[in-house]
């Protein structure tokens, strides 16, 4: 394997099937929104990349989010979840927007209610779990098990790492090493092409946009981590547009520009451009293939959804 600053994707190893099971049906479950309606993969859809391809999501009662949503392929590669870090893995991410008021506006307890008043779904935990008691942490554990396998193996890039050069085209091959010598490999590098490190948007230049998001300086309360953000993966980049944390961009071309200026001070050329482009459309790797899981039916007991506040 050549050794260079971007690493392989590897398959998903899955060594516990009916966790993940439980965790996809979790995923895909819309009763963890006080509407009824709004799930993980609405926003962070797995036909699209694992995006809602929108500037920033959509959320309850039609609320418009503050950020735009980042993909969940390949997210486990993360060193942290969100734009901001604030969550220190995927089970930390899974209960945040079921209890964001914005998001799917509803509670842990509520959340845990709906699921534990069907029978279906207290069987399958405790098949996963040993007994079935359901809470807040073992749902947000499943979710983040079903999202561990989300991974996206076998790019292009991929198999030219691993010795097939005529895997990418000579134009791709280009803009890898312009990727290399301008300087984007010191912040996007490592299996995930990102999501490794923090890094200001405008460290050269100022970024301009009307995204109200501080990033880092929300968590930590640094003064210093103003517009401070997670430095995203660059795999299926070609899928999960618009770019930025503010969604405002909208091709690929226009986004390699704006980094080159504001992050490194540089200016692309046409061609470079287009070489860069079909470098990173190389990155888009084999997409997860779905089986929709069949959601157990609610009941009496089942909290009801409240798709409207008035």
Same mark, same amino acid.
């Given at each position: 394997?050549?050794?260079?600053?971007?690493?392989?994707? #590897?398959?998903?190893?899955?060594?516990?099937?009916? !966790?993940?099971?439980?965790? !996809?049906?979790?995923?895909?479950?819309?009763?963890?929104?006080? @509407?009824?309606?709004? @799930?993980?993969?609405?926003? $962070?859809?797995? @036909?699209?990349?694992?995006? &809602?391809?929108?500037?920033?999501?959509?959320?309850?009662?039609?609320?418009?989010?503050?950020?735009?949503?980042?993909?969940?392929?390949?997210? +486990?590669?993360?060193?942290?979840?969100?734009? %901001?870090?604030?969550? !220190?893995?995927?089970?930390?991410?899974?209960?945040?927007?079921?209890?964001?008021?914005k998001e799917m506006g509803f509670s842990h307890e509520l959340a845990v209610s709906t699921i534990d008043s069907m029978p279906a779904y207290k069987t399958r935990f405790e098949n996963v779990y040993g007994d079935g008691k359901i809470t807040i942490d073992n749902i947000t554990d499943a979710i983040a098990a079903f999202e561990k396998t989300l991974v996206t193996p076998n790019s292009p890039f991929d198999l030219?790492?691993?010795? %097939?050069?005529?895997?990418?085209?000579?134009?791709?091959?280009?803009?890898?090493?312009?990727?290399? &010598?301008?300087?984007?490999? @010191?912040?996007?590098?490592?299996?995930?092409?990102?999501?490794?490190?923090?890094? #200001?948007?405008?460290?050269?230049?100022?970024?301009?946009?009307?995204?109200?998001?501080?990033?880092?300086?929300?968590?930590?309360?640094?003064?210093?981590?103003? $517009?401070?953000?997670?430095?995203?993966?660059?795999?299926?980049?070609?899928?999960?547009?618009?770019?930025? $944390? %503010?969604?405002?961009?909208?091709?690929?071309?226009?986004?390699?520009?704006?980094?080159? &200026?504001?992050?490194?001070?540089?200016?692309?050329? +046409?061609?470079?451009? #287009?070489?860069?482009?079909?470098?990173?459309?190389?990155?888009?790797?084999?997409?997860?293939?779905?089986?929709?899981?069949?959601?157990?039916?609610?009941?009496?007991?089942? =909290?009801? =959804?409240?798709?409207?506040?008035?």
């Open positions: 394997m050549a050794k260079e600053p971007i690493e392989i994707i #590897k398959p998903a190893n899955i060594t516990e099937p009916e !966790k993940v099971e439980l965790g !996809k049906m979790l995923f895909f479950e819309p009763r963890l929104s006080k @509407s009824g309606f709004i @799930s993980c993969n609405s926003c $962070h859809n797995l @036909s699209t990349g694992g995006v &809602d391809a929108l500037p920033t999501s959509i959320g309850h009662n039609w609320q418009e989010g503050p950020i735009n949503s980042p993909t969940v392929l390949n997210a +486990e590669y993360g060193l942290a979840q969100f734009w %901001d870090g604030r969550a !220190k893995d995927l089970k930390e991410q899974a209960g945040g927007p079921i209890a964001n008021p030219y790492l691993q010795g %097939d050069k005529s895997a990418i085209t000579t134009e791709a091959t280009a803009g890898y090493q312009l990727f290399k &010598d301008k300087g984007c490999v @010191s912040c996007h590098n490592g299996p995930a092409v990102g999501g490794t490190m923090y890094m #200001k948007m405008g460290l050269v230049k100022p970024f301009h946009t009307q995204n109200p998001a501080e990033g880092r300086i929300a968590v930590t309360g640094n003064a210093a981590d103003m $517009h401070v953000f997670k430095v995203p993966t660059l795999r299926n980049i070609e899928l999960t547009y618009p770019y930025f $944390h %503010d969604g405002a961009t909208w091709t690929l071309e226009e986004a390699v520009n704006v980094m080159a &200026d504001i992050q490194l001070g540089q200016s692309l050329t +046409e061609q470079e451009t #287009k070489e860069m482009v079909a470098f990173l459309k190389s990155l888009t790797g084999d997409q997860p293939q779905i089986i929709l899981p069949i959601l157990p039916p609610s009941n009496a007991n089942t =909290p009801k =959804p409240v798709p409207f506040d008035k």
